[in-house]
């Protein structure tokens, strides 16, 4: 294959239970990272969150309790295995986890490490989802605005795999800002971890199309920007709330050229040629001739007109 190939590996996870321990599942992280290396794979993407179960969906006020849900350092010694065993078999790859900075500062993070096992860079997640406070008549909490401050550093991309790679994370993806500002970059691989339950409490209505919607805003990032995204998830039952699977990685022409069958551990691959992003980075979305950044201002501007919003009682919906 001519141009610049890199056999990418989305490392769906299923379900993992609140009791299960970080050595269990960096155990199923390493069986999923030696399939994906036996399938050729040079980049594992695992998902957000990917060493514990989803603990935003609880109101934690024992700050131990909370912290076991946290790393202080990558690698520790309960996660060093993996970086061990990725390093042996020369794949990169993208981990999400809860991390608590020395001097106490929480976020969501993912790190993305290279195929010799060295640290490329880190990204804390900046569009944080949920609600601060717990709400009693959600069927479960999103309490991630609780337990994570926002990434103070922003969007960036990175020289790796041969290639400019950008990363995001979760809620991340829905926002078209997150893929310009890493396109204005020249990013050509965007790699992002989910947890997205299926039930969205404030709007039910839009449970049906919870699918719809995580294809549509990676797909039209990956388009728009002339970049592959790959979208990891950890899906299914979780503690009894149900996770969007559809892990999927996307061409930069917006169409999936890989998708995940199941709702459990599964590998989904492809060979995510670079180059297909001059495709549409030299043509249609030729940013330096067409763009009209004269127009676009009021877009970094905090401030905004507010629609009218209809009454409604959110707890009466859900
Ligand atoms: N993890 C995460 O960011 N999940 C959100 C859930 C919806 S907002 C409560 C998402 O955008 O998928």
Redesign the pocket.
Known sequence: MTGRPVVVAAAQLGPIARADTRGEVVERLITLLREAAGRGAELVVFP?LALTTFFPRWLIEDEAELDAFFETEMPGPETKPLFDEAQRLGVGFHLGYAERTPDGHRYNTAILVERDGEVVAHYRKVHV??HEEPEPWRPFQ?L?RRYFEPGPEGFAVHEAFGGKVGMAI??DR?WPETYRVMGLLGVELVLIG????IH?APDPGQDRLAGFHNNLVMASGAYQNGTWVVGVAKGGMEEGVDGLAESQIIAPSGEVVAKALTNGDEIVLATCDLDRGFDYKRTVFDLDRYRRPEHYGSIAEPVRATAPEPDRDPAADS
């Open positions: 957000e989802p949920g999103h991630e979760c809620n829905r989910y947890n997205t339950p969205y």
